[in-house]
C-alpha cells in the first residue's frame, strides 16, 4: 500500500487542498521528512534541486504554525535569490488557507512588504539581506520565530550569505525547530548544522550529483563565429530551453540575435529589474518564449519543471557552476539535454571539469538530429494552443498545452499531477515588452546612442564571414534562419 500525506500525520485540510491540485502521494523526500517535522523534531535532510523540497517543508510550517502579531513573525523560510523565494511563497498559498504568508527579498519597493508585515504574518519567506535590512529599519522583529527552515543552504553558502542566516538565526527564539535543506551536508552546511540544531534527524535523498546524472549531456566543438547559428538550432531542436551567458550584457546581446532567428527569448540577469525577471520567468514558465538567456542569476534560484534543454553558451566559471547550471533540466523525474558549446582554447578546462563532476563524454561537432533524439519534450511534439490574451508584446506567440494550469508534480510511477498554481503577482503588470524585431531582420536601437545590439553601428546579423542574415544555419545539418522560423511559427507563433 502506497503512503499517502494522511499517513504521514498531515491535516484533513491540508490533504483535501493539496488533493485539488492532484497531489496525492508525496515524494520520497517529502515521505521520508514530514512526519519527524510534523513532530516537531529538527531535520536536516539532503536532496536534489526539483525533488519536491518544499512540500517537505512547507506542509509542517502550515500545519503546525501560530498565529502572528503585526511585526511579529511565527515562522521563517530563508532562501538565497528572490525568484526562489518568490516559488515557495506562490507554492505555500496554494495550501495555506487562512496562515498568512509573506515575502521580502530585494530588488523591488519596500511599500508592499512592509503593509504586509503591518498586518501580520504568520509564515516569512525571506533573502536574507533585504531581512536584515528591514530588521534594521525596525521593521519587523524575529524574537517569536519558533519555527526556521534554511532551503538550499549549500548554496546560501555559495553567495557568501552564511554569516548574514548566522545573525538572522540568532534573533529568533531560544527554543525553536530548525529545518534544513541542502543538497550537501559537508562544509559550511555542517557547521551551521553543529552549531544551529538540537539532534536532528538526518534523511538522505537520491544522488549526491542527481541533476548531472539525471540529464544527457553533449559538448559540441564550435568556433566563435558559429556559437550563435548552433545555439538557434539547439534551441529549434530542444526547447523549452535555459541558456547560460557569462555577462549581462553578452545574455542581452544574444537575447536579441535569436530574435532575429525566429526564436522567441527573454532575458534575465542582475542587471534587470524584479519586475522584468519576474515577468521573464512567467514568460518562460507559461510557455510564451522559447528560450532564457540567463546569467548565473538564474542557475541559483529558477525552479521551472519541464526545461528540455540547458545550453552553455559560455562555459561556466567552475565545476560547481556547471551543476547549479545544468540542475534546471531533467527535474522531477523527467529526462533533459545539457549541451556544452566548447571553442578550442577550452577543452582543457572542459576536461578537467569533467573529471571533477565524475562525466566523461567526448567532444563532437554539433548535430541538432541527436538533441531531438535525447529531448523529453520533442519541439515538434508541442501543439500550439488558443492565446490567452497576454503575451507580453510578443506577436503571435501562445501557451503551450496546460501553461495556464499548475506546475505538474510527477509521481514514481510516470504519472503526472498539479503541484502549484502560478501567482497572480507573476502575471504582466500591463507592461509589454519591445517586439524584437523590425521589417527587414534589423535590430532595435540599443539605447539612445542608436547603436545596434552587438554596439557596433551595423546590423548585429552579419557574419564574421562576410554571409549574409538568410543565408542559411550554422552548417551542422541544422535548420536555415527561415526554416527555423517558419518551424517555430508553426509549433509557438500560429495556430494551425
Same mark, same amino acid.
Given at each position: 500500500?502506497?503512503?499517502?500525506?494522511?499517513?504521514?500525520?498531515?491535516?484533513?485540510?491540508?490533504?483535501?487542498?493539496?488533493?485539488?491540485?492532484?497531489?496525492?502521494?508525496?515524494?520520497?523526500?517529502?515521505?521520508?521528512?514530514i512526519?519527524d517535522?510534523?513532530?516537531?523534531?529538527?531535520?536536516?535532510?539532503?536532496a536534489?534541486?526539483?525533488?519536491?523540497?518544499?512540500?517537505a517543508?512547507?506542509?509542517p510550517?502550515?500545519?503546525?504554525?501560530?498565529?502572528?502579531?503585526?511585526?511579529?513573525?511565527?515562522?521563517?523560510?530563508?532562501?538565497?535569490t528572490?525568484?526562489?523565494?518568490?516559488?515557495?511563497?506562490?507554492e505555500?498559498?496554494?495550501?495555506?488557507?487562512?496562515?498568512r504568508?509573506?515575502?521580502?527579498?530585494?530588488?523591488?519597493?519596500?511599500?508592499?512588504?512592509?503593509?504586509?508585515?503591518?498586518s501580520?504574518?504568520?509564515?516569512?519567506?525571506?533573502?536574507?539581506?533585504?531581512?536584515?535590512?528591514l530588521?534594521?529599519?525596525?521593521?519587523?522583529?524575529l524574537?517569536?520565530?519558533?519555527?526556521?527552515v534554511?532551503?538550499?543552504?549549500?548554496?546560501m553558502?555559495?553567495?557568501?550569505?552564511?554569516?548574514a542566516v548566522?545573525?538572522?538565526?540568532?534573533?529568533t527564539?531560544?527554543?525553536?525547530?530548525?529545518v534544513?535543506?541542502?543538497?550537501?551536508?559537508?562544509?559550511?552546511?555542517?557547521?551551521?548544522?553543529r552549531?544551529?540544531q538540537?539532534?536532528?534527524?538526518?534523511?538522505?535523498?537520491?544522488?549526491?550529483?542527481?541533476?548531472?546524472?539525471?540529464?544527457?549531456?553533449?559538448?559540441?566543438?564550435?568556433?566563435?563565429?558559429?556559437?550563435?547559428?548552433?545555439t538557434?538550432?539547439a534551441?529549434?531542436?530542444?526547447?523549452?530551453?535555459?541558456?547560460?551567458?557569462?555577462?549581462?550584457?553578452?545574455?542581452?546581446?544574444?537575447?536579441?540575435?535569436?530574435?532575429?532567428?525566429?526564436?522567441?527569448?527573454?532575458?534575465?540577469?542582475?542587471?534587470?529589474?524584479?519586475?522584468?525577471?519576474t515577468?521573464?520567468l512567467?514568460?518562460f514558465?507559461?510557455g510564451r518564449?522559447?528560450?532564457?538567456?540567463?546569467?548565473?542569476?538564474?542557475?541559483?534560484?529558477?525552479?521551472?519543471?519541464?526545461?528540455?534543454s540547458?545550453i552553455?553558451?559560455?562555459?561556466?566559471?567552475?565545476?560547481?557552476?556547471?551543476?547549479?547550471?545544468?540542475?534546471?533540466t531533467?527535474?522531477a523525474?523527467?529526462?533533459?539535454?545539457?549541451?556544452?558549446?566548447?571553442?578550442?582554447?577550452?577543452?582543457?578546462d572542459?576536461?578537467?571539469?569533467?573529471?571533477?563532476?565524475?562525466?566523461?563524454?567526448?567532444?563532437n561537432?554539433?548535430d541538432?538530429?541527436?538533441?531531438?533524439?535525447?529531448?523529453?519534450?520533442?519541439?515538434?511534439?508541442?501543439?500550439?494552443?488558443?492565446p490567452?490574451?497576454?503575451?507580453?508584446?510578443?506577436?503571435?506567440?501562445?501557451?503551450?498545452p496546460?501553461?495556464?494550469?499548475?506546475?505538474?508534480?510527477?509521481?514514481?510511477?510516470?504519472?503526472?499531477?498539479?503541484?502549484?498554481?502560478?501567482?497572480?503577482?507573476?502575471? +504582466? *503588470? /500591463?507592461?509589454?515588452?519591445? &517586439?524584437?524585431? @523590425?521589417?527587414? =531582420? !534589423?535590430?532595435?536601437? #540599443?539605447?539612445?546612442? %542608436?547603436?545596434? +545590439? *552587438? /554596439?557596433?553601428?551595423r546590423? &548585429?546579423?552579419n @557574419?564574421?564571414? =562576410? !554571409?549574409?542574415?538568410? #543565408?542559411g544555419?550554422? %552548417?551542422?545539418?541544422?535548420?536555415?534562419?527561415?526554416a527555423?522560423r517558419?518551424?517555430?511559427?508553426?509549433?509557438?507563433?500560429?495556430?494551425r
Amino acid at each position: 500500500m502506497s503512503t499517502t500525506f494522511a499517513h504521514l500525520g498531515v491535516p484533513e485540510r491540508i490533504c483535501s487542498a493539496l488533493a485539488r491540485q492532484g497531489i496525492t502521494e508525496p515524494f520520497e523526500i517529502q515521505a521520508a521528512t514530514i512526519a519527524d517535522a510534523m513532530a516537531g523534531r529538527d531535520v536536516c535532510g539532503r536532496a536534489p534541486t526539483g525533488s519536491g523540497k518544499t512540500l517537505a517543508f512547507g506542509i509542517p510550517l502550515v500545519a503546525g504554525v501560530n498565529r502572528a502579531e503585526p511585526r511579529r513573525p511565527r515562522a521563517l523560510v530563508l532562501a538565497p535569490t528572490r525568484e526562489l523565494a518568490e516559488q515557495i511563497s506562490t507554492e505555500l498559498r496554494t495550501f495555506a488557507g487562512p496562515v498568512r504568508i509573506g515575502v521580502v527579498y530585494g530588488g523591488v519597493g519596500y511599500g508592499p512588504q512592509l503593509k504586509a508585515l503591518r498586518s501580520g504574518v504568520d509564515i516569512l519567506v525571506a533573502c536574507p539581506g533585504r531581512l536584515e535590512d528591514l530588521i534594521e529599519q525596525g521593521a519587523l522583529s524575529l524574537s517569536e520565530v519558533d519555527m526556521v527552515v534554511l532551503d538550499e543552504a549549500d548554496r546560501m553558502a555559495d553567495m557568501g550569505f552564511m554569516p548574514a542566516v548566522r545573525r538572522l538565526l540568532d534573533q529568533t527564539a531560544d527554543h525553536r525547530q530548525t529545518v534544513l535543506f541542502s543538497a550537501t551536508l559537508d562544509g559550511d552546511v555542517a557547521r551551521l548544522t553543529r552549531d544551529y540544531q538540537s539532534d536532528p534527524v538526518r534523511h538522505e535523498v537520491g544522488e549526491e550529483t542527481p541533476d548531472i546524472t539525471a540529464a544527457h549531456h553533449v559538448f559540441w566543438n564550435v568556433s566563435q563565429a558559429d556559437r550563435r547559428d548552433v545555439t538557434a538550432d539547439a534551441v529549434s531542436a530542444a526547447w523549452p530551453a535555459i541558456i547560460f551567458c557569462r555577462t549581462r550584457h553578452g545574455s542581452d546581446r544574444l537575447a536579441r540575435q535569436l530574435g532575429q532567428s525566429g526564436i522567441q527569448t527573454a532575458a534575465i540577469h542582475g542587471g534587470r529589474s524584479q519586475a522584468q525577471r519576474t515577468r521573464a520567468l512567467a514568460d518562460f514558465s507559461k510557455g510564451r518564449v522559447h528560450a532564457l538567456v540567463a546569467t548565473d542569476v538564474a542557475a541559483r534560484g529558477i525552479h521551472v519543471d519541464g526545461v528540455a534543454s540547458v545550453i552553455h553558451f559560455d562555459p561556466p566559471e567552475d565545476h560547481k557552476a556547471y551543476v547549479h547550471r545544468s540542475g534546471r533540466t531533467a527535474r522531477a523525474g523527467l529526462g533533459g539535454v545539457v549541451i556544452s558549446l566548447v571553442q578550442p582554447g577550452q577543452v582543457k578546462d572542459l576536461r578537467r571539469m569533467q573529471r571533477q563532476i565524475g562525466i566523461d563524454e567526448p567532444f563532437n561537432d554539433p548535430d541538432t538530429a541527436v538533441l531531438r533524439r535525447l529531448s523529453p519534450v520533442p519541439a515538434r511534439a508541442l501543439a500550439p494552443t488558443e492565446p490567452d490574451g497576454e503575451t507580453g508584446g510578443r506577436s503571435g506567440t501562445t501557451r503551450r498545452p496546460h501553461s495556464g494550469g499548475p506546475r505538474r508534480q510527477h509521481n514514481r510511477n510516470g504519472r503526472s499531477a498539479s503541484a502549484q498554481q502560478r501567482s497572480d503577482q507573476q502575471r +504582466s *503588470d /500591463g507592461q509589454k515588452d519591445r &517586439s524584437r524585431n @523590425r521589417k527587414g =531582420g !534589423r535590430a532595435r536601437s #540599443d539605447g539612445a546612442n %542608436g547603436r545596434n +545590439s *552587438d /554596439g557596433r553601428g551595423r546590423n &548585429s546579423d552579419n @557574419r564574421r564571414d =562576410g !554571409r549574409k542574415p538568410g #543565408d542559411g544555419g550554422s %552548417g551542422h545539418g541544422g535548420p536555415n534562419r527561415k526554416a527555423r522560423r517558419a518551424h517555430l511559427q508553426r509549433t509557438v507563433g500560429q495556430p494551425r
